[in-house]
């Protein structure tokens, strides 16, 4: 019979945070808010729930987190903390850490929630993930879950809401748009199931035996974020410009439209 692995799992990418504990039997967790607000609380509630376990950093078999894409304040804060709680445990020896992308695990987090046959882990399903990247932008990924393993079958990319195409294949969308764009999204994905979901800790503990049996742990040093977006801001001469654009739009908008609320 296989050892039971303990795994630690974190999330910081978006504005909430989620950190879960395994001893392969039992899980425990604690969900908080994320965000620049993760900086300080991240760690208090990764003690508490050692303590509530009974488990040490150095019986862990790895340290999950979310890589990202996301929060660049969150990613910096689960990779540091990843890699702090790594180097320090075993006396100095280190632990192995996990990077999961975060859309990985909000796909799965929607695919746990989905009722029906689909919610079975070796059910096939295409999930189309998207989070939203703020700037008036998403970030969205497609994945296959099949024989209880998930497989990216595309890149992450930013779009714009109103130029999203899923893939063929897709069954799902799941993320935390559907309100943000509501309206802006092709009135064409109507036909598809749409999940509300988060990436959370749990989802990265029911990934995390798959993708560490496949050989993706790997050294602290190496726990980096995922960064698809290199531009965080705009310029002052952007800012302007999209307030004219803005302005235009609205301008030139159908008499009688009412933009959402």
Known sequence: MPKPLKFLAFDTSTDRMSVALTDGARIWQHSGPGGALASTTLIPAILALLAESGLTLGQLDAIVFGRGPGSFTGLRTACSVAQGLAFGANHGAGIPVLPIDTLMALAEEARFQQAGPMAAADAPLNVTALLDARMDEMYLQCYEFSSKQCRSIMDCTLIRPENLV????????????????????????????????????????????????????????????????????????????????????????????????
């Open 166 to 261: 899923p893939e063929p294949s897709t069954q799902l969308l799941a993320g935390n748009v559907f309100g943000v764009y509501a309206g802006r999204l092709p009135a064409a994905l109507a036909s598809l199931p749409c999940v509300e979901a988060f990436p959370t800790a749990t989802a990265l503990l029911r990934l995390a035996p798959a993708l560490a049996a496949a050989g993706l742990c790997v050294d602290a040093a190496l726990a980096l974020p995922l960064y698809v977006r290199d531009k965080v801001a705009l310029t002052t001469e952007e800012r302007a410009q999209a307030r004219i654009d803005a302005a235009e739009a609205a301008q030139a908008a159908p008499a009688g439209l009412v933009a959402p609320g």
